[in-house]
């Protein structure tokens, strides 16, 4: 017997005759054995790896015989097939003229086979629109993956009959992006998918409550990154920013405030103290809020807080 042949040792089950959790499986005779006292607990156990050895990441790709992952983003999870464009055989051949309208006619019903009914529609297109709005903001497939999921179970509690399926798609994307930790506002969500604003508010409430959804708030440190980089204020007056943010939060300044509101009023802070040439309108302009909400926050951090240009 090899290392290669036995498993590592498992401590969830225990042996019946001695009562030790020190057991290997060894694949190669197909038993389970008891490392203390030897005993053969089970003798018929199956291998569910491999049939064939691999000794790269590469070799293991070509002899794996899975298949691609299911897929979320797909209507039918990457399950169906497609027949190529080219009208070629396997052989990488042209085929005859002849055959040419059998392969179309073929392609056509492969194509309509794939969206059987109106459900297959609604989705593949909601689907569709979650992609496009999420390339728009440039999300991660994560999230893309997440609002799928989202979208599937509005549809199976029938949540989409006589509301936008373009709402309900940004909506779930909205959702997903809370989730992952994305800093995506509302208006970010109707600009990218070509909404009103209330439309996808109105959408997000429905989902939240219909499917017993608890979206976490957003942090005003993720707000300082977002406006930062969009501002291009320099790193450091970034880190002032947050150091900022840590002491307004023990000293409980962050509670009951917009996220927002807050993290533009702490960045706005660190700019002056750094030298950076930024306003309160740019800033307003970017956080898509008010100035007189920034200087609402302003001035209760500079009650509150003392500022050095050592933070």
Same mark, same amino acid.
């Given at each position: 017997?090899?290392?290669?042949?036995?498993?590592?040792?498992? $401590?969830?089950?225990?042996?019946?005759?001695?009562?030790?959790?020190?057991?290997?499986?060894?694949?190669?005779?197909?038993?389970?054995?008891?490392?203390?006292?030897?005993?053969?607990?089970?003798?018929?156990?199956?291998?569910?790896?491999?049939?064939?050895?691999?000794?790269?990441?590469?070799?293991?790709?070509?002899?794996?015989?899975?298949?691609?992952?299911?897929?979320?983003?797909?209507?039918?999870?990457?399950?169906?097939?497609?027949?190529?464009?080219?009208?070629?055989?396997?052989?990488?051949?042209?085929?005859?003229?002849?055959?040419?309208?059998?392969?179309?006619?073929?392609?056509?019903?492969?194509?309509?086979?794939?969206?059987?009914?109106?459900?297959?529609?609604?989705?593949?297109?909601?689907?569709?629109?979650? %992609? +496009?709005?999420?390339?728009?903001?440039?999300?991660?497939?994560?999230?893309?993956?997440?609002?799928?999921?989202?979208?599937?179970?509005?549809?199976?509690?029938?949540?989409? /009959?006589?509301?936008?399926?373009?709402?309900?798609?940004?909506?779930?994307?909205?959702?997903?992006?809370?989730?992952?930790?994305?800093? /995506?506002?509302?208006?970010?969500?109707?600009?990218?998918?070509?909404?009103? +604003?209330?439309?996808?508010?109105?959408?997000?409430?429905?989902?939240? $409550?219909?499917?017993?959804?608890?979206?976490?708030?957003?942090?005003?440190?993720?707000?300082?990154?977002?406006?930062?980089?969009?501002?291009?204020?320099?790193? +450091?007056?970034?880190?002032?920013?947050?150091?900022?943010?840590?002491?307004?939060?023990?000293?409980?300044?962050?509670?009951? /405030?917009?996220?927002?509101?807050?993290? %533009?009023? %702490?960045?706005?802070?660190?700019?002056?103290?750094?030298?950076?040439?930024?306003?309160?309108?740019?800033?307003?302009?970017?956080?898509?809020?008010?100035?007189?909400?920034?200087?609402?926050?302003?001035?209760?951090?500079? $009650?509150?807080?003392?500022?050095?240009?050592?933070?």
């Amino acid at each position: 017997m090899t290392s290669r042949d036995i498993s590592a040792v498992n $401590e969830e089950r225990h042996c019946p005759e001695c009562g030790s959790g020190r057991l290997v499986w060894d694949y190669q005779v197909s038993e389970v054995v008891c490392v203390v006292c030897g005993f053969v607990v089970d003798g018929n156990i199956v291998d569910e790896g491999p049939e064939w050895r691999a000794f790269d990441e590469e070799e293991w790709e070509k002899k794996a015989r899975a298949g691609a992952p299911l897929r979320f983003t797909i209507h039918d999870k990457g399950l169906s097939t497609n027949i190529d464009k080219r009208d070629r055989d396997a052989y990488g051949k042209s085929v005859a003229s002849a055959q040419k309208d059998q392969l179309y006619r073929i392609r056509r019903w492969q194509k309509l086979a794939r969206v059987a009914d109106s459900t297959e529609r609604n989705l593949a297109f909601a689907l569709s629109e979650v %992609a +496009k709005t999420a390339e728009n903001l440039s999300l991660p497939p994560n999230i893309v993956e997440t609002a799928a999921l989202i979208y599937r179970k509005s549809l199976k509690k029938n949540l989409i /009959r006589g509301r936008s399926m373009k709402g309900m798609s940004a909506a779930a994307l909205y959702i997903a992006c809370r989730q992952c930790g994305q800093v /995506r506002t509302l208006d970010d969500i109707a600009v990218a998918s070509n909404l009103t +604003k209330k439309t996808v508010s109105r959408s997000y409430r429905i989902l939240a $409550e219909e499917l017993n959804y608890t979206v976490p708030l957003s942090r005003p440190m993720q707000h300082v990154l977002k406006l930062s980089n969009h501002l291009e204020i320099g790193g +450091k007056a970034c880190e002032i920013a947050q150091d900022i943010l840590k002491a307004a939060a023990d000293l409980k300044l962050t509670s009951g /405030r917009s996220p927002r509101g807050i993290a %533009a009023a %702490a960045l706005y802070v660190a700019a002056v103290l750094w030298g950076e040439q930024v306003t309160q309108r740019e800033i307003s302009q970017a956080a898509h809020i008010t100035e007189v909400t920034i200087r609402n926050r302003y001035k209760e951090l500079t $009650e509150h807080l003392t500022f050095t240009t050592t933070l």
